[in-house]
């Protein structure tokens, strides 16, 4: 739309092309050209198809409660917030790898602990922190994941490939495990009353 008001001397016919098939613009420098053509429906047509295909995937197993059976039986066995917390990260990260499905794979085992960790009075807040540690972020290290996929369309690059560089990706599940080993930061429900 703010093409068209913007830059009304394409014309409707090389805007709405544009949208399908991405913008095509030289300015000489190489390396710009590449920038700039680039984009559009059809160039992101097959990263959209598997995002899709992902959520089917994760809805179905969600549905049919395969996920909620075997992280269940993971948590009969936790009785320390150190336990509890690595439970949550491996959960997060299994969670992940079935359901290819970043907002799956922090749904599921938040309900599923929620509990746990009230029972042994850790903050939610701990619990919110773990989830975006092993499941949010995560999500860009297992190639088949909506995340992976798309960010692998933008970058132009496998997963693999980015892999050793996505720092954050993986040392947040790391620096969560040292935090529930350590106690670091590891906050009271009955703490938070007081405040």
Do not use: H
């Not at 095509?24 to 959209?48: C, N």
């Not at 499941?135 to 290290?141: E, P, R, W």
């Not at 132009?156 to 080993?181: K, N, W």
């Amino acid at each position: 739309m703010k093409a068209f008001i913007f830059q009304p001397s394409f014309g409707a016919g090389v805007i709405l092309n544009s949208f399908m098939e991405g913008f095509v613009y030289q300015t000489g420098v190489e390396d710009v050209d590449k920038l700039l053509q680039r984009g559009g429906i059809s160039g992101m047509f097959t990263v959209i198809t598997l995002v899709i295909l992902v959520f089917s995937l994760s809805e179905i197993l969600q549905r049919t409660v395969v996920i909620s059976v075997i992280l269940g039986k993971m948590g009969s066995f936790v009785d320390t917030q150190a336990k509890l917390i690595l439970t949550t990260i491996f959960s997060c990260f299994l969670t992940n790898m079935l359901s290819a499905s970043q907002y799956v794979a922090i749904m599921i085992p938040g309900e599923m602990f929620r509990s746990a960790y009230e029972g042994l009075n850790i903050s939610k807040r701990v619990l919110s922190r773990t989830l975006e540690d092993a499941g949010t972020i995560t999500t860009f290290v297992i190639p088949w994941s909506s995340g992976a996929i798309f960010a692998s369309g933008v970058l132009g690059v496998s997963t693999l490939a980015y892999l050793p560089y996505a720092f954050f990706a993986l040392l947040s599940p790391l620096i969560a495990a040292i935090y529930a080993l350590t106690g670091f930061a590891i906050f009271k429900e009955d703490e938070e009353d007081e405040e």
